[in-house]
């Protein structure tokens, strides 16, 4: 339905559209500086010139959207779709879809060419190193970007939780690739994980049994073959994939070993890199031994910086499962991570339900509870980080 716009010119339009694309949009407008009545009324525009109709979108559980558009448009947006036996509410989808193509993130992808790269990690275990990897993956995946997930860690919980199966040992796997081992193709590997947000761009390349003895076997090689060195092994193997992803987010077990260093270097800045364009998510806990533990993984992060003459970028913390019922420890830890400034806090996530269902039902966040204070502290997690490069 359309109401005139009190200037005439334009007119409120009232119509449906999926919630991960309103979501889109809004954000894709916002980075590009136009105003989403500006943007929809390019995608009308240009949606009703095309000979014919896009791929069908998917709009199950579409919700009200309202903006403003030219006088008429939406009446012969509206004629065009009856022209094309669609609905309202698919053409309007389709066309916001092809807008959003069209006009793609300005952080999608460094101006290098190579993929954002976020190592989450902290070697206590705990802490929700798995829901974080997995929460900020769906929001960039959502939001339009090609997501690659690895679950580096050999317990598996991040495999387990979007209910894809383990690689058995002896197979091929990511270890085996990093060990240098496989004639195989770490591409053949990685499963896309189904949700009415992501649009096959989150992709999961699972856990493996193997890694369990990973800092043995890598140790091992970076004595007996020549030119290899243990740092080198995680990117080494990953390299082939980067080309296909815009984001690599790596979900690393509770450990400072040789793993660790491994994907510390893959998350180094590289050559011709925005500073905070790559670089490590930490989360931790508001309470003392996560402080403690923190200062271990600062400790070896300088050190690893320092021998090898890299820059490796703290791209923020993220106090996770909090709740100020606990108490004075609690709020004077949560107080202390602020504190820090560098770096910073990048969202507060509280102690809820939602996530420990999805995880029952082997769902992702943000597919399972799209609308929870959970699923939103997760995008605001992947904006703040996205916008942090500079």
Not at 280 to 289: F, G, Q
Request: aromatic share 6%; proline share 6%.
């Amino acid at each position: 339905m359309a109401s005139p716009y009190p200037q005439g010119d334009r007119e409120k339009v009232a119509s449906k559209l999926p919630v991960a694309l309103r979501q889109e949009v809004k954000i894709r407008a916002a980075e590009l500086g136009v105003d989403i009545q500006d943007a929809v009324t390019t995608a009308v525009t240009d949606w009703r010139a095309l000979p014919a109709p896009l791929p069908a979108v998917d709009t199950t559980g579409a919700e009200s959207f309202s903006t403003w558009l030219p006088a008429g448009l939406y009446s012969d947006f509206k004629t065009t779709c009856a022209d094309r036996n669609i609905s309202y509410v698919q053409g309007l989808a389709q066309a916001v879809r092809r807008w959003l193509d069209s006009n793609p993130s300005p952080g999608a992808a460094p101006a290098s060419g190579i993929p954002r790269r976020v190592i989450v990690c902290n070697q206590k275990g705990g802490v929700g190193k798995t829901a974080v990897s997995a929460g900020i993956a769906q929001a960039w995946a959502e939001e339009g970007l090609r997501v690659l997930l690895v679950d580096y860690d050999p317990q598996g919980h991040l495999s387990q939780q979007l209910g894809i199966d383990q690689i058995p040992p002896g197979h091929d796997s990511l270890v085996s690739h990093m060990c240098g081992e496989s004639n195989g193709d770490l591409r053949d590997l990685v499963i896309a994980i189904e949700g009415e947000h992501f649009g096959k761009r989150l992709n999961l390349l699972p856990s493996c049994f193997d890694g369990f003895l990973l800092d043995a076997r890598v140790a091992i090689k970076d004595v007996a073959a020549r030119g290899f060195h243990k740092e080198h092994a995680l990117e080494r193997a990953l390299a082939s994939m980067e080309a296909d992803f815009d984001v690599v987010i790596i979900d690393c077990p509770p450990s400072l070993g040789i793993a660790m260093d491994a994907a510390l270097y893959y998350g180094r800045r590289r050559q011709g890199e925005p500073i905070g364009t790559s670089g490590v998510v930490i989360p931790v806990l508001a309470e003392d031994s996560s402080a403690t533990a923190y200062g271990m993984l600062a400790g070896q992060i300088d050190d690893l910086s320092i021998d090898l003459t890299v820059d490796i970028d703290y791209l923020g913390l993220v106090v996770n499962l909090y709740d100020s019922r606990r108490g004075v420890i609690a709020t004077t830890s949560l107080q202390q991570w602020k504190s820090l400034g560098d770096p910073p806090v990048l969202a507060v996530i509280n102690d809820l339900k939602e996530q420990r269902e999805a995880v029952r039902m082997q769902k992702p966040l943000l597919d399972y509870a799209p609308h929870s204070e959970q699923a939103e502290a997760m995008r605001q997690i992947a904006r703040t980080v996205r916008g942090a490069a500079r």
